[in-house]
C-alpha cells in the first residue's frame, strides 16, 4: 500500500487556480495578439459614411465591374471587366495586396495597365492574400472591392 496525503482544501484551491490562471493567461495572450495586429480604423467617420453608402454603392454597381486577381511568375495581375466582358481601363488605380490577417506584409505594388490588365511586380508567398483596391473610373465613378487572392504552394 502506498501511503498518500489526503487532498485538502489548500490542495483544490491550488488545482482551481492554476487551471483559472493557465485560462486568464490565455486569453490575455490572444487580445494582446489580436489589438497589436489590428490594421486599424476603416473609417474617420462611421455616420457620414453610412449616409453616404447607399449613394456609392448605386453608382459603383451601375459600371457593372468584375475584378479578378491572379498572381504567378512574380507577378500579380488584376483583371477587371465590364459588364460585356471587355477590360476596364481606369483614370486611376490604387492597391494594396495584403495578408487578411495582418497588415505586416502589406505591399503596394505599381500596377500598369496593359491592354488586358492591370500587372505588377511581387512576390508573394503560398496562402490568403487580400487586394484592396480603389479605382476611379473614366466618367469620375469611384469604385473600391476586396479581391481575395489564394496562392497555391
Known sequence: MTDSKPLTGRGVFII????FGVIIAVNL?????AVRTFPG???KNSYVASQEFDIRRLAQESLAWTVQANAEDGLVMLDIRDAEGKPVQVAHLDAIVGRATHVKDDLTPAFAFDGRSYVARATLGA???NVRMKA???D???FSQRVILHIKE
Not at 16 to 19: I, K, Y
Not at 29 to 33: E, F, G, P, R
Open 16 to 19: 482551481f487556480a492554476s487551471a
Open 127 to 129: 496562402g490568403n492574400w
Open 41 to 43: 480604423l476603416e473609417v
Open 29 to 33: 495572450a490572444l487580445a494582446y495578439n
Open 136 to 138: 476611379v473610373a473614366v
Open 140 to 142: 469620375g465613378t469611384e
